[in-house]
């Protein structure tokens, strides 16, 4: 079974810029929920992907990644409850660790959030002088809750 492990953190600075390797463009709808669940769908360049993600027990979750047909992914994101969220993600390696820096585009203009991936639950790693408030736990940013809410009132996430 597949699992993830991730915290993520609001950016307080650019100061992660200067660092990146590399980045991508995405998108990603909605498709399903089911209970504290997910079935996203998620776009880069010419590749799609389907995901699946069970609910949050602390940091861990269960999550199932497909590759999927570009042609049907695209038509997938039409199916999808809600705005499409476009991003690019930076990656920014910081003491044996890759960050993901995610600038948030169109309606989510202005938010930038990072997330580290670990191994396991209590892996110790260092925050970098960048990194600002941990909102891995704040329903907030959820995907799922994370536009409505961005786009009622940006001064609320920041």
């Known amino acids: 079974m597949g699992l993830e492990i991730e915290r993520k953190f609001l950016v307080r600075s650019a100061g992660w810029r200067e660092a990146v390797t590399g980045c991508r463009k995405l998108r990603d709808g909605l498709l399903a929920r089911f209970g504290d669940g997910k079935v996203r769908i998620r776009i880069e360049a010419d590749k799609a992907w389907m995901t699946v993600k069970g609910p949050r027990v602390g940091i861990v979750r269960a999550e199932f ?3 999927i047909p570009y042609l049907e992914g695209e038509a997938m994101l039409t199916l999808c409850d809600g705005p499409i969220l476009e991003k690019t993600r930076h990656l920014v390696p910081f003491e044996g660790f890759t960050w993901e820096v995610d600038v948030y585009e ?4 202005g938010l930038i959030i990072a997330e580290i ?5 209590d892996q110790a790693f260092s925050l970098p002088s960048w990194v600002g408030r941990e909102v891995t736990f704040d329903p907030r940013y ?3 809750n994370i536009f409505k809410l961005y786009a009622r009132s940006a001064r ?3």
């Not at 169109?106 to 203009?109: G, S, Y």
């Not at 991936?117 to 639950?121: N, R, V």
């Open 65 to 67: 990644q497909y590759e």
């Open 106 to 109: 169109n309606a989510l203009q």
């Open 117 to 121: 991936e670990l191994q396991h639950a």
């Open 142 to 144: 959820k995907k799922a």
């Open 156 to 158: 609320v996430l920041g």
